[in-house]
C-alpha cells in the first residue's frame, strides 16, 4: 500500500477520536480512511494516528493548514506517514560492544587477565 496521501498526527489528545479526526481533516478533501491508534491491551488512544487522503494534493493542503494547530486542547503536530523526524536507534554509537565493563586496562588480549588465575588446558 502506498503512503502517498498519508499523513501522520502526532500529539493527539487521549479524547480524541476517529470521528473527531476525520471532522477535523475532512474539510480539507475526501478521506479514505482515519486510524487513531490505541493501546493493544487498554484500548487507549497512544496520541497518535494518521490520515489516509484519496488525493496527495488534498493531503498536502491539511498537513499546511493544520501543522502545529489545536485539536481537542492539544497542539498536533502534522507530517508525511513514514517521513517523522525522530530516529528509532540504530547507527553508529561509540560505546557499542563493551559489555558494560567500559575500557579494558592494559594492552593486553582478555585472555591475559584470565591467564593470571592459572592456565586453560
Same mark, same amino acid.
Given at each position: 500500500? +502506498?503512503?502517498?496521501? *498519508?499523513?501522520?498526527?502526532?500529539?493527539?489528545?487521549?479524547?480524541? =477520536?476517529? $470521528? +473527531?479526526?476525520?471532522?477535523?481533516?475532512?474539510?480539507?478533501?475526501?478521506?479514505?480512511?482515519? /486510524?487513531?491508534?490505541? /493501546?493493544? !491491551? @487498554?484500548?487507549?488512544? &497512544?496520541?497518535?494516528?494518521?490520515?489516509?487522503? #484519496? %488525493?496527495?494534493? $488534498?493531503?498536502? #493542503?491539511?498537513?499546511?493548514?493544520? %501543522?502545529?494547530? @489545536?485539536?481537542?486542547?492539544?497542539?498536533?503536530?502534522? #507530517? !508525511?506517514?513514514? *517521513?517523522?523526524?525522530?530516529? &528509532?536507534?540504530?547507527?553508529? &554509537?561509540? =560505546?557499542?560492544?563493551?559489555?558494560?565493563?567500559?575500557?579494558?586496562?592494559?594492552?593486553?588480549?582478555?585472555? #591475559?587477565?584470565?591467564?593470571?588465575?592459572?592456565?586453560?588446558?
Amino acid at each position: 500500500m +502506498s503512503d502517498e496521501g *498519508k499523513l501522520f498526527i502526532g500529539g493527539l489528545s487521549f479524547e480524541t =477520536n476517529e $470521528d +473527531s479526526l476525520a471532522a477535523a481533516f475532512g474539510k480539507y478533501g475526501t478521506i479514505e480512511k482515519v /486510524d487513531v491508534i490505541r /493501546d493493544k !491491551e @487498554t484500548g487507549r488512544s &497512544r496520541g497518535f494516528g494518521f490520515v489516509k487522503y #484519496d %488525493n496527495a494534493e $488534498d493531503a498536502k #493542503d491539511a498537513l499546511d493548514a493544520m %501543522n502545529g494547530k @489545536t485539536l481537542d486542547g492539544r497542539a498536533i503536530r502534522v #507530517d !508525511e506517514a513514514g *517521513k517523522g523526524g525522530r530516529s &528509532r536507534g540504530g547507527g553508529y &554509537r561509540e =560505546n557499542r560492544g563493551q559489555g558494560g565493563y567500559g575500557e579494558r586496562s592494559g594492552s593486553g588480549s582478555y585472555r #591475559d587477565g584470565y591467564d593470571s588465575y592459572g592456565k586453560h588446558q
